[in-house]
């Protein structure tokens, strides 16, 4: 007895609990032999509940290959009614599994009409779904009483598969065009109202703005580009000047770099130190100044970031959606694409994940009307190419899956043509600390290039016409507009090598 009793007590240790037993399983036979019936009396019926129900949908397995049958005569663009029906089913050779004609015959004489089969359908589908989660919980709770399974692996599992049930069951209902067309109007008297015309989003890069209006609500934009170009500082600069300039909540979800390694490529961006002395700390007493005086502008600035690595989809739709809500977060960006996963997912490639990704990333701007601007890396193609054409980034180049470029509603290339060694432009004009921005593809709007300035040493990109450093802006506060101050010499205050003794900054 005594053997008996530990036995029993490991396992119940390492069992899956079955949830309310003996409780039935949620369904409505009746109405599911109502729906069928109405099917095969009205011809337009089955259009009505095609985007309601599956198969898979109906408990009883009968109706099941009944409604299956249906579904194979609506593709072939056959009638359906008892006789095709019957006919379609012995031609499967499930006749006698349903119930025979009898069966069938039975189904039609319970209905009157199709007139609820619309309302019938939609609790057949709400039936279905609390089935699915009824049996994804039972799972979830079996692997957890296993102990040789991770828990946080399991809590990325049921992550995903949680994710999968939502998305196979949501439908969103269409909507009559005059709601619509108040809110294209609302856009297009917004956009009239602003300065410079823009409808979304101000990046703080003018030329950039005006081929975008902006980044659109419910967009998902992708920027690309080979490593060493630069793509995370192109963020951070505009996260800044979205943040700090006009006061738009950003989040920033960096998968390859700490917080706090984030947070100093924008000290060294805002105060212009470089990134070097940041690091080592040795910086000179008027770079203290200067640090003290400038980070100032970061202090409260709506930026949330966020640096858990291998960060998956599923983990991001929470985040997102609770910074949303708590924060008015306005836009998303992510470090990079090809670092988030899809865990919890079984794909056949490391392809169909990134192309997961992308459709849910899309997804995910459209739920949050917000949008999302995701980095990615180019594969190799760009390095084996030659001349300074064959270097600029082309679309083919996306790396690991051609569902990014498909699922972006804008495509946008960074190239520098000086990391290439090309100094100069065909008309002989100096490419030196230029960068280019190419909008590659833009579903709504047109394509071209956009010329930065880019600050190497800052890790900074700023408009062309804008590019007054720190010590340029301390000579205009001293009536030297043309002049730039010396250099201090090492060791010495800045104060007392500086000019009229004020700041640069």
């Given at each position: ?74 593709a072939?663009q056959?009638?359906v009614?008892?006789?095709?029906v ?24 319970k ?11 939609r ?21 957890a ?17 949680l ?41 703080g ?17 992708i ?17 800044k ?19 706090v ?33 400038k ?11 966020d ?14 959606r609770r ?13 990079y ?5 899809a ?21 995910l ?8 601007i ?5 594969n ?5 190419r ?22 972006a ?43 930065l ?9 700023m408009?062309?016409d ?7 802006f ?12 010396p ?8 104060l ?10």
């Open positions: 007895m005594a053997d008996s009793n530990k036995n029993t007590g490991r396992g119940r240790q390492k069992a899956a609990p079955i949830p309310d037993m003996g409780r039935l399983q949620p369904q409505a036979k009746e109405l599911e032999e109502a729906v069928l019936g109405a099917l095969m009396l009205e011809k337009d019926a089955y259009s009505i509940i095609s985007e309601i129900l599956k198969p898979e949908c109906f408990y009883e397995k009968s109706h099941e290959m009944i409604f299956s049958a249906i579904v194979d005569l609506v072939s056959r009638p009614d008892m006789l095709t019957t006919e379609q089913l012995k031609k499967r050779g499930e006749l006698d599994l349903v119930g025979g004609p009898f069966y069938i015959s039975q189904l039609t004489s209905v009157a009409s199709s007139a609820h089969i619309e309302y019938h359908a609790i057949i589908a709400q039936k279905y779904l609390a089935r699915e989660l009824i049996s994804f919980t039972a799972q979830v709770q079996g692997k009483f296993d102990e040789t399974i991770d828990v946080e692996d399991l809590m990325q599992e049921a992550e995903g598969k994710f999968e049930i939502s998305q196979r069951n949501v439908k969103k209902d269409v909507t009559q065009i005059n709601p619509v067309i108040k809110d294209a109007l609302d856009m297009l008297q917004k956009a009239a109202n602003q300065k410079e015309g823009l409808s979304g989003l101000r990046t890069f003018n030329a950039l703005d005006k081929i975008t209006s902006g980044w659109q609500n419910s967009d998902l934009v920027i690309a580009a080979r490593p060493a170009m630069g793509k995370t500082a192109f963020v951070l600069s505009m996260a000047n979205m943040a700090v300039n006009f006061n738009i909540p950003v989040a920033l979800f960096s998968l390859e770099m700490s917080n390694q984030l947070v100093n490529r924008m000290i060294v961006n805002v105060c212009e130190i470089p990134g070097e002395k940041i690091k080592s700390g040795r910086l000179e007493s008027y770079e203290w100044e200067q640090l003290d005086f980070i100032k502008e970061l202090y409260d600035a709506p930026v949330y970031v640096d858990t690595p291998s960060l998956s989809v599923f983990e991001l739709r929470t985040k997102a910074l949303v809500r708590e924060h008015g977060i306005k836009i998303l960006i992510i470090d694409l090809q670092l988030m996963n865990s919890g997912m079984n794909f056949g490639s490391r392809e169909q994940e990134v192309s997961m990704i992308s459709r849910s990333l899309k997804g701007a459209k739920e949050l009307n917000i949008p999302i995701a980095l990615s890396q180019l190799r193609g760009v390095e084996n030659q001349g300074a054409e064959g270097k600029r980034p082309q679309l083919a180049d996306l790396r690991e899956s051609g569902a990014i470029e498909q699922d509603d804008m495509v946008c290339f960074i190239h520098r043509p000086e990391y290439y060694k090309i100094t100069e432009d065909e008309r002989g004009n100096s490419l030196i600390g230029l960068a280019e921005i190419i909008v590659a593809k833009h579903r709504n709007g047109a394509t071209g290039d956009v010329r300035r880019f600050k190497s040493e800052f890790a900074k990109f408009n062309v804008e590019d007054v450093s720190i010590r340029e301390s000579s205009g506060m001293n009536g030297d507009m043309n002049g730039i101050p250099i201090p010499p090492a060791g010495n205050d800045f007392s090598a500086g000019v009229n003794n004020e700041m640069p900054f």
